[in-house]
């Protein structure tokens, strides 16, 4: 019953060979769905829960996005953007909403806690693939668990965002060196360790030099062995 954890900077596609060595195994790949269950145990919005994550720079590139797509829909059909129960009024009303109420009601102890219970919850029912949120932490005495760090040239990754983001090299550029101090700070502030560490994965794969093809097959087939081998003394 494998357990795999996955960690990487944005754009180093640590998300893709996650669901790739997931769907290859038939098992769950979990990602966002961790904030949204630690939001509904604290009580508080999802955007609370994502002002104390790792990613946190990327939850705000994808809110920006969500308001892109309701004015560009908006304009497409001829209606007031600003009006309306699906416009953008109702997007800026949560928005708002969920940012005046973050930071009093959702304490750094109790981010931890709540999502260090879902991982280790997760990780009992065995056969899962966890991103990120410190999963490779939470879980480094599992027997048999499988943590797995992904990296890529920083420059390849913002050229990787650019194209996926359909945005500027400049841009992409400033929001990988955003993204990665978030993720360094998120483990520095909860762990004290860099994250990049190689002593706390059992492998790394630079993707700037393997396709996504290899990687996967490398991650699924050393879940298989860890798994399936007596646990280390």
Not at 32 to 49: D, I, K, S
Not at 96 to 116: F, G, I, N, V
Not at 117 to 128: F, M, S, T
Not at 173 to 185: F, N
């Amino acid at each position: 019953m494998p357990v795999i954890t996955m960690s990487g900077n944005i754009a180093s596609r640590a998300r893709e060979i996650g669901q790739g060595v997931a769907e290859e195994l038939g098992i769950p790949f979990v990602d966002q769905q961790l904030m949204v269950e630690a939001a509904q145990r604290c009580g508080v919005p999802v955007g609370t829960v994502a002002e104390h994550d790792e990613r946190r720079g990327s939850f705000r590139e994808r809110l920006s996005a969500l308001l892109r797509t309701v004015l560009e829909r908006s304009a497409a059909s001829g209606a007031d953007p600003l009006t309306g129960a699906t416009g953008l009024e109702a997007v800026l009303s949560r928005s708002y909403a969920d940012m005046a109420a973050e930071e009093p009601q959702l304490s750094d102890s109790l981010y931890l806690k709540t999502m260090t219970d879902i991982i280790r919850e997760l990780a009992a029912r065995g056969e899962v693939v966890i991103l990120g949120r410190g999963s490779q932490m939470i879980l480094a005495d599992m027997p048999g668990a499988l943590h797995v760090l992904c990296v890529a040239r920083r420059q390849l990754r913002a050229q990787r965002l650019a194209e996926r983001d359909a945005i500027g090299l400049e841009e992409a550029t400033r929001r990988a060196v955003e993204s990665d101090r978030a993720r360094c700070a998120f483990y520095k502030k909860f762990w004290h360790v860099e994250v990049e560490d190689p002593k706390l994965y059992d492998l790394t794969i630079d993707t700037s030099r393997l396709p996504y093809e290899i990687a996967t097959d490398l991650v699924t087939a050393a879940a298989k062995a860890k798994s399936a081998a007596p646990a280390a003394v």
